[in-house]
């Protein structure tokens, strides 16, 4: 990949544009074992030997994370009403590879939300066609019962505007006032879950997505962490690259 020396460095976090470029007068900077003092100069990331002081850089096209999203924030890259972002949660290392959430989750909404710079993987886990998995956990208001399970089977209609969802699979955990339950819809319809619930005269009061596709939140993470994806995740991811 053809790229400026400076935007392959300092994407990496090693330095910024501004001190890179003073830096480089010491020397700091080798090309294919030559020194380089002209931050501009285009090289190719898949040949050329870049080091920094002394020190090789790889450089990495693609970055994919998973987050355990925490309520109030939004899944977004950035906000005109000064509400926090999911990108806001990044450290500056992950925030140069300007990665932006693969799909949403609603601000009150908690879990697994995948974040990636690669707009082609994230455009197939999204697209219609794929009908790409998605598991949440909910706390409902209402007691659940086995004709929840079958109209949910069926796909249930939206009261507000009539649209009838594709099946989905309802689980009971527990049925009681406050039921417990996870749910896998797959589409991904504004404030999907939630409608189906209403749509069957009952409230979602804590929602928490578990999975997407074949990738499954870390419940190491804590609400607001951030990993970069393993290796055994990306396999998984490969169908969709």
Do not use: W
Not at 76 to 91: G, N, P, Q, R, S
């Amino acid at each position: 990949m053809k790229i400026r020396l400076d935007k392959m460095i300092c994407n990496l976090g090693y330095s910024t544009r501004s001190q890179l470029k003073k830096e480089m007068k010491t020397g700091c900077v080798t090309v294919n074992g030559q020194i380089v003092k002209d931050s501009s100069l285009i090289v190719d990331s898949d040949i050329d030997v870049v080091t920094y002081y002394n020190e090789t850089v790889n450089y990495i096209k693609y970055i994919y994370l998973m987050m355990n999203k925490p309520q109030g924030v939004i899944s977004a890259t950035e906000d005109y009403h000064c509400v926090k972002t999911v990108i806001d949660l990044l450290d500056d290392f992950s925030k140069n590879f300007n990665p932006f959430p693969v799909g949403r989750l609603d601000k009150d909404t908690e879990g697994l939300l995948l974040l990636t710079n690669d707009g082609k993987l994230a455009h197939n886990m999204l697209s219609p066609r794929k009908h790409v998995d998605k598991t949440y956990f909910a706390y409902i208001e209402g007691c659940l019962t086995d004709n929840d399970i079958k109209a949910f089977n069926e796909g249930v209609t939206f009261l507000d505007d009539g649209y009838k969802t594709m099946p989905a699979k309802l689980e009971i955990i527990k049925s009681n006032d406050i039921s417990e339950c996870k749910v896998t819809i797959k589409e991904g319809k504004f404030h999907q879950v939630k409608r189906m619930f209403e749509s069957v005269d009952k409230r979602v009061i804590y929602l928490k997505r578990l999975s997407m596709g074949a990738i499954k939140l870390d419940e190491e993470l804590s609400l607001g962490e951030y990993r970069e994806l393993n290796d055994e995740e990306m396999l998984l991811l490969k169908e969709y690259m």
